[in-house]
C-alpha cells in the first residue's frame, strides 16, 4: 500500500507491505537509522519519534498509522548544522555511555520539556519512565533534560513541525 | 518481531467499519491505537487477515457530560483522557487511571475503548470502569447496545460483545468530588499492576471496589461492597478482598502474596477514597 508522511520536513511517499512498521520504514525504507530498535516490544524506548506532536515508540505502530503525520527522528531534530537545545544537554552533561538509548531518549525528552518547561528532578524521571537506559547511567541523562530546560521553550519544540509538541 | 501479512482497511466512520468487520467476518479486528494488539500481532499470538483501522474515525473521540453520566468515545485516548478538564472535574478518578497506564509514549496511543476490548484482567482503565459501574456501548449489525460493564468481560480475552461488533463508547456516573482512589502495586513505575485496587464513592450512596490481576479478568469486589452497605468497618470490609478471586502465581507473585496485595491495596484505597490517608505515590508503594 502506499503510505504518505511528512519526515524531518520533507514529503515522502513510498510503497509498503501493511505489516512493515514504522521504525521499520524509516530505518530501511527512507534510511534514517538514528532510530535505534531494542527490545522490540514497546518497553525501551529506543525507538521513540515523535509523530504530530507526541513521542510515540515506532516499534509499535505501523508505518501506514502515520499516513499525512508529521514525522521527526532524531535526524530532523538539528537545523542547518546546529544542535538541538537537547542535544546540546546530552552532549554538554555527558546524557550518554553506550549510546543506544539516546536517540529515544533525546527524542522522549523533548517531548517531557514540551509538556513541562521546567521540570523538577522528580518529574523528569516520571516523564523519562518510557525509556530504559541498560548502561543505567540515568543520573547524567536527567541532568542533561534539566540543563535544556535553562534554554527555554525551544527545547519542547521540533524544528519545521508547525505544531508544537505536546505530552 | 514482524507480524504475520494482513491486509489493512482505513475507515472513517463507525458504519464504515461496522460493514468492513461484516465483510471480512472473523478473521478482521479492530485497530485503534495498537498497543495491546500489535505486541500480540508481533509475537503471532493473534494473526489476523484484516485489520480495520479506526483510529481516525473523527466521531469516536470525545469525553462530554450527558445527563448524570459522562460519555467518552472509545478511540479516546490515555493521555487525553489524562488532560481532559470535563473528566477532571466529572468523574477524577479515570484521569488519574489514565495517567498510571504505561508510560507518556504508550498513553500517546492506546485508547479507551481498545483496553477495553481487549480484556486483559491486569488493565488499569478496566478496574477503574468496574469499580465505577460504567456501561459499555457497542454497535454492530443490528445496531447499538449497552452493556453494564459488570456482564461485559467474561473471561481472559474474552468479553459480551458478538461476532461483528466494536466498542463505540464508555459511560460513567459523574462522580464530581466524591471520594475515589486507586492503589498499584508494580515493581516498575511503567508496570502493569501485580495487583490493583480501584474504590470510588458512587452517586447513589454505595462505593464501587473493584481489583486488577486477582483473577481471568478484572473483578468487583462485591463482598467488600455489600459489607460496607451493611455499615461493617473498611477494616472489616477490606479482609473480604479475596472472595471470589483466583489469583495466579508467577514470577511477579504467587497467590498468596497477591491475596495480601488486594486486602492490603482494597483497605488503603478505601481510606485514600474516605480520606482518611493520603493515596501512595511511586516512592510509599512498597507493601
Redesign the interface.
Known amino acids: 500500500?502506499q503510505v504518505s508522511m511528512t519526515v524531518n520536513g520533507q514529503q515522502r511517499t513510498d510503497e509498503v507491505?501493511?505489516?512493515t512498521?514504522l521504525a521499520?520504514h524509516l530505518r530501511d525504507n527512507l534510511g534514517l537509522t538514528a532510530t535505534n530498535i531494542g527490545c522490540?516490544?514497546?518497553s525501551c524506548?529506543a525507538c521513540?519519534v515523535i509523530v504530530d506532536g507526541?513521542?510515540?515508540?515506532s516499534c509499535?505502530?505501523?508505518a501506514?498509522?502515520a499516513?499525512g503525520s508529521q514525522v521527526t527522528t532524531l535526524e530532523g531534530l538539528s537545523t542547518d548544522g546546529e544542535l538541538h537545545p537537547v542535544q546540546a544537554a546530552f552532549r554538554s552533561e555527558h546524557g550518554l555511555q553506550c549510546g543506544f538509548c539516546t536517540s529515544g531518549m533525546v527524542m522522549?525528552a523533548v517531548?517531557?520539556l514540551a509538556?513541562n518547561p521546567t521540570p523538577t528532578d522528580r518529574e523528569v524521571r516520571?516523564?523519562l519512565?518510557?525509556?530504559l537506559c541498560r548502561c543505567t547511567g540515568y543520573h547524567n541523562i536527567v541532568r542533561a533534560v534539566l540543563k535544556a530546560a535553562e534554554s527555554g521553550p525551544a527545547a519542547g519544540q521540533v524544528p519545521g513541525a508547525q505544531q508544537e509538541v505536546s505530552? | 518481531?514482524?507480524?504475520?501479512?494482513?491486509?489493512?482497511v482505513?475507515v472513517s466512520t463507525v458504519d464504515e467499519a461496522v460493514a468492513a468487520l461484516a465483510e471480512h467476518g472473523e478473521d478482521a479486528k479492530i485497530?485503534a491505537g495498537?498497543?495491546s494488539l500489535?505486541?500480540i500481532m508481533?509475537l503471532r499470538l493473534a494473526v489476523p487477515s484484516v485489520?480495520i483501522?479506526i483510529?481516525g474515525v473523527p466521531e469516536l473521540s470525545y469525553v462530554r457530560v450527558e445527563g448524570d453520566e459522562v460519555a467518552i468515545g472509545a478511540t479516546t485516548r490515555h493521555?487525553e483522557l489524562e488532560?481532559s478538564e470535563v473528566a477532571q472535574a466529572e468523574v477524577p478518578l479515570l484521569p488519574h487511571v489514565a495517567s498510571r497506564v504505561?508510560?507518556?509514549?504508550?498513553r500517546?496511543?492506546g485508547t479507551l475503548g481498545g483496553t477495553v476490548a481487549h480484556c486483559d484482567p491486569a488493565s488499569d482503565l478496566p478496574t477503574a470502569l468496574l469499580a465505577l459501574g460504567a456501561t459499555v456501548v457497542v454497535q454492530g449489525p443490528s445496531g447499538r447496545r449497552s452493556i453494564p460493564i459488570t456482564e461485559f468481560f467474561l473471561g481472559f480475552f474474552e468479553t459480551a460483545m458478538e461476532e461483528g461488533e466494536l466498542v463505540v463508547e464508555l459511560r460513567v456516573p459523574r462522580t464530581g468530588s466524591a471520594g475515589w482512589a486507586y492503589e498499584k502495586f508494580t515493581r516498575?513505575?511503567?508496570d502493569w499492576p501485580i495487583v490493583a485496587a480501584a474504590a470510588v464513592h458512587l452517586p447513589d450512596g454505595s462505593t464501587g471496589v473493584a481489583l486488577a490481576n486477582m483473577g481471568g479478568v478484572v473483578l468487583r469486589a462485591s463482598a467488600v461492597e455489600a459489607a460496607l452497605a451493611e455499615g461493617k468497618s473498611i477494616e472489616e470490609a477490606a479482609e473480604l478482598a479475596t472472595e471470589g478471586t483466583s489469583p495466579s502465581s508467577d514470577m511477579h507473585a504467587d497467590a498468596e502474596y497477591r491475596s495480601h496485595l488486594a486486602r492490603l491495596l482494597t483497605r488503603r484505597a478505601l481510606k485514600v477514597a474516605a480520606g482518611e490517608t493520603e493515596a501512595s505515590t511511586?516512592e510509599s508503594t512498597a507493601a
Open positions: 500500500m507491505e501493511p505489516r512498521l521499520h522490540d516490544s514497546t524506548g521513540t507526541l513521542t510515540v515508540k509499535t505502530v505501523l501506514l498509522q499516513e522522549a517531548g517531557v509538556d516520571e516523564g519512565e518510557g525509556n505530552a | 518481531m514482524i507480524p504475520s501479512p494482513f491486509e489493512y482505513r485497530l495498537g498497543h500489535l505486541p508481533k485489520l483501522d483510529s493521555h488532560k504505561g508510560d507518556p509514549q504508550v500517546h496511543k516498575r513505575e511503567n511511586a
